[in-house]
């Protein structure tokens, strides 16, 4: 099992994984969602330090470095910086062979990573809650380093067996088990192996104003120990992106600031406007979420991140009250043998945009990481070692 081999066969794919794949396989082995992606249980409110800090690492140093963390935006309006740091915990992992490292017009190439999602986790009277921000990190890795990471993944799976099976959630094993059992140790290990400065590729940011209901994104390079700002997509004049929400579950008032140019997406984000909508218009925005939900129909490095992080809710909000099925459209990603049900418990409230972590206490993603991980499981099963 090589990495190299791994990232040449993704090359001849096109950056990713067919988007089908072989049938449900017969190995009860088979990589599913929940082997390749992680969300980590909420711990107790006395077992905050069993989800990994920031400042926490293993040979590669801390995953986050404390000077570069304090030039990233104020993640939460009104709270203090020093003390989010010391808040911010990792919630979820996971593993991507072929994360896009160009952008169009170049042609695409795979970078392997290990990415973080941490999100400040507290205590409120007595119970253990997350506040609304985030902080995505990338750790870009050499073939054998990322040999050793799926040394380590295959492992894992081995020790889950057929538990990890079905939709993408909390991760079936660590709730069974707690952070601090076997599983959670083997996974800490594969984190900290991996992951710290010398890896940290990128750090993206999502940050949130004192009443929850607007949101800036902001992206990083990292090079040579430095945070370079990046463009934001399709918005290639800025550095910052931002959404609001001043709706509630049952009437969306929402909006890009800005939006994609062209791109009829926002047109789902307002209730008022979905209201007017003609079915051509709905076909088109519908299109528009479903693609952006697709990792073959687009990347980070082609869709601007708040229109990624709304595109789930929006378009099954719209589906929902047009009473429309778009099971069967043609940008809608397939991948034989997965579940791709979207089952966290945040649902459809408008003012969940985390992709792959929490709102409050209630799990919270979106389809395309759903989707990713389908790709990315069926990418990596081929490279399983066999006795």
């Known amino acids: 099992m090589r990495a190299s081999s791994v990232l040449v066969s993704l090359l001849v794919a096109g950056c990713g994984a067919p988007a089908t794949g072989p049938g449900p396989s017969m190995d009860p082995q088979r990589l599913e969602l929940n082997d390749v992606s992680f969300l980590l249980p909420l711990p107790a409110p006395n077992r905050l330090d069993s989800l990994l800090g920031l400042s926490v690492g293993g040979d590669l140093g801390p995953l986050l470095p404390r000077p570069l963390y304090e030039r990233l935006p104020l993640l939460v309006e009104g709270q203090d910086e020093a003390a989010l740091f010391d808040e911010l915990r990792v919630v979820s992992v996971r593993v991507d062979p072929c994360f896009p490292g160009s952008a169009p017009p170049n042609p695409p190439s795979c970078v392997r990573q290990v990415r973080l999602v941490a999100q400040p986790v507290v205590v409120d009277q007595g119970v253990v809650t997350t506040r609304d921000a985030t902080v995505h990190l990338f750790y870009s890795l050499e073939p054998a380093r990322f040999d050793g990471v799926l040394r380590r993944l295959f ?20 709730r069974r088990q707690g952070l601090d059992g076997p599983y959670g140790a083997r996974l800490r290990t594969l984190v900290l192996e991996a ?59 929402g909006a890009l600031v800005p939006a994609a140019f062209g791109d009829p997406l926002d047109l789902l984000l307002s209730e008022r406007e979905m209201r007017l909508l003609d079915r051509r218009s709905l076909d088109r925005a519908l299109t528009s979420a479903l693609r952006i939900e697709h990792p073959e129909r687009s990347s980070p490095k082609t869709v601007d991140c708040a229109s990624c992080h709304v595109a789930s809710r929006a378009r099954r909000n719209a589906e929902a009250f047009h009473r429309v099925d778009t099971a069967g459209h043609v940008d809608r990603f397939q991948a034989a043998g997965f579940d791709l049900s979207r089952v966290d418990e945040a649902k459809d409230d408008p003012r969940a945009l985390r992709a792959f972590g929490y709102f409050g206490r209630a799990s919270a993603f979106s389809q395309r990481t759903i989707n990713e991980s389908a790709q990315v499981a069926l990418a990596l099963e081929p490279f399983r070692p066999r006795p």
């Open 155 to 174: 492992e894992l799976d081995e020790l889950a067996g057929t538990l990890t099976n079905g939709p993408l959630d909390v991760h079936p094993v660590l």
């Open 195 to 253: 992951c710290g400065p010398a890896t940290l590729s990128r750090v993206a940011v999502m940050s949130v104003d004192a009443q929850g209901a607007a949101w800036q994104f902001t992206a990083f390079d990292v090079r040579a120990g430095e945070l370079v700002d990046d463009v934001i997509p399709r918005l290639p004049m800025l550095k910052v992106q931002a959404f609001q929400e001043f709706g509630s579950d049952s009437f969306r008032n």
